[in-house]
């Protein structure tokens, strides 16, 4: 079978790469985990998207679909077969400021949607920390969050309705421009966060809101993480919810000080970055109340910023953190456990426990309102001990994050990483019905095959 061929007559030439270069540089993601595809594929509308699918599904080729490829957990990783990359479908079709709502194609990147909507006053909220290159497609795909879920939710929140292809090459639509649709099931939720599994996103109407008017920002400093997760329920005690609630832990602070030279306190146990948005009138009052809470929780420094310089200047120590921990060692396998709020402390202890049990450096950081932390793993795969250690220390986390009533994942997905966990937390029977789902959907198993249900 030339697969290269078939997709040359369906896309055009300048639309599909076949040489071993090409193929390799759709190989990786985010993870460490690799995969070379046979052919990669760019369609431009969702007419070439269902004649691929056809194809493939007659055929029992593979197929993988792929955003920009940041994903944290292997979800675009080929295995063989077509690596459908989304990147050229990248229109904003519409923004409707009446209805407050947008129609994109799945490979707008998410910065590009945001500026396009704060450019007629409204706002797209989610904001994964990859926003400058990762798509809308990969984001539905994996149902991304970013800081600001804590006030404004994930990427669910905010899809209406999406055009999707079907592993067997027909076309549905679900939802609509409502803002309520109970019509049937809920096959705009069965989808998001699917890790195209069940179908490819190929446009999607989305939610948009009214552009807060301001936002304020504030950097506190403790000496401990007990002290700061004490900070963040009184914050939320005192009624106010943050649109970010940041913690970095004394790792992290010293990796990027190390990094940018900001002046972060060396000696702190943990940073909170905080913002608060909303109308002028209110921020002032509400930045006051998050720092006496701050306060009471025994903060060591709070730092409010002034202006828009400032303000940046504090999310830049948040923004630098991917960057700042590889200092530490070359291989970073970045997880995002995730466990109620009230357990943020305990689970951050039982990762410090972790690291000695296993002797790994470990930075944690993360979103901290919601529970979501991000321990990164810091090593070195040509160390195969050491890898050994990482493996044993990750199913440690897993299980202490199922232990404190929390999930595998609170925003990056299952994908090939976290499959070998899945049953820990969905159990045989969970496992039994998603795998019923994808069969009725994709019986010959066409659309990332492999991932998450196989672990
Ligand atoms: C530095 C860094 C920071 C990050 N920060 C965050 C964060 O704060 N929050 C967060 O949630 N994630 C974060 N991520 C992870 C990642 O960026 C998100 O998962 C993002 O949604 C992936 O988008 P992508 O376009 O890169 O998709 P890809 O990585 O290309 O694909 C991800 C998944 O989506 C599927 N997919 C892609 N397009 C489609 C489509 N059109 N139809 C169906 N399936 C599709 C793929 O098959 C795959 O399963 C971060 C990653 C990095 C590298």
Sequence with gaps: MNIAGEMVRILGKDRVLDTKEDRLAYAFDGTMLSGVPDVVVFPQCTEQVQEVMSFANREGIPVFP??????????SIPDGGIAMVMVDMNKILEIDRENLLCVVEPGVVTETLQTAAESMGLFYPPDPGSLKACTIGGNIAENAGGPRALKYGVTGDYVLGLTVVTPEGKLVQTGGRTVKNVTGFDLTSLLVGSEGMLGVVTRSTLKLLPRPETARTALASFSSVESAAEAVSEIISRGIIPTALELMDDVTIRCVENYVKMGLPLDAGAILLIEVDGPASTVDEHIAKVASACEYARATRI????????????????????????????????????????????????????????????AVFGHAGDGNLHPNILANRRDTGEMKRVEEAVDALFEAALELGGTLSGEHGIGLMKARYLRKEAKETGIQMMRAIKQALDPNNILNPGKMLWG
């Design 303 to 362: 730092e409010v910023a002034r202006d828009e310089d400032e303000r940046d200047r504090l999310w830049k120590a948040r923004r630098s953190v991917s960057a700042a921990v590889v200092q530490l060692n070359p291989t970073k396998i970045s997880e995002d456990a995730t466990v109620p709020r009230s357990k943020v402390a305990h689970l951050v202890r039982r990762i410090k426990q972790i690291a000695r049990t296993y002797d790994l450096k470990i």
């Design 66 to 75: 792929r955003g920009a490829g940041t994903g944290l957990s292997g979800g």
